[in-house]
């Protein structure tokens, strides 16, 4: 990584969490004992000018509590996460990015892993002509045009790779929904090309400290129940252990 005076390459010191994120890895006995998991979380902000921005309502306390349960698991976990207010875990070595394409450039630069978690709530769009400067409203009535391209589907992208087609890299991603929750993830499971996906009732759950998941994967679904999203984020790390010894 990037040294004082500019310089690049071996001889820079880790971060320490990073360090201790390999250290406690290393000597686990956990289920996830030795496995590196990539987890993404929070939104993304789409700039539109340089004092405005396009967002969602992800808070990113279930994506954070996610890679927090992985690292108790005893994996090494590094967690992309978008503009949030809640606290780095501790034992995960965090990267923070803004916009959708910042974070897919992270995910691709830490795609050696065993388990990718595409929790983050990814913008599906960003302003095409990006402002250099502060759109003004100047009175002349006249309303600015925002147009739109689509973002990279970061966890369709890292579903297709190589690793995770031929079994070594276990993709999962997340559905936040309004209405009909079973049948939009088992689509999106299928048109994510994932083995599992994981529903949740987006507007019910935004910014709270509590949740409710739904598990979809090739044999069927299956249900967590209302709870704090540290214990279903537990849960569900334990459910990906399951699946990845069986
Ligand atoms: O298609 P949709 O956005 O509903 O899919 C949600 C899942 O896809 C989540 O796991 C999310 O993290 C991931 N995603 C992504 N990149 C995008 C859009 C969604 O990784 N651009």
Sequence with gaps: GDMACGEYGLGRLAEPTAIMTAITAMLSTGPLSGKHIIVTSGPTHEPIDPVRYIANRSSGKQGHAIAKAAAEAGASVVLVSGPVTVPDPAGVQTIHV?????MLEAVEAALSADIFIGAAAVADWRVADVAG?????????????LSFVENPDILAGVAQ???AQNGALYCVGFAAESHDLLKHATAKRERKGVPLLVGNIGPATFGLDDNALVL?????SQELPHAGKLILARQL???IARRLKA
């Design 161 to 163: 790779s190589a690793r």
């Design 216 to 220: 979809v994967d090739a044999q069927g």
């Design 237 to 239: 790390v334990a459910e």
């Design 133 to 145: 400067q502060k759109i003004k409203k100047d009175g002349s009535g006249q309303l600015p045009q």
């Design 98 to 102: 803004e916009t959708a394409r910042q």
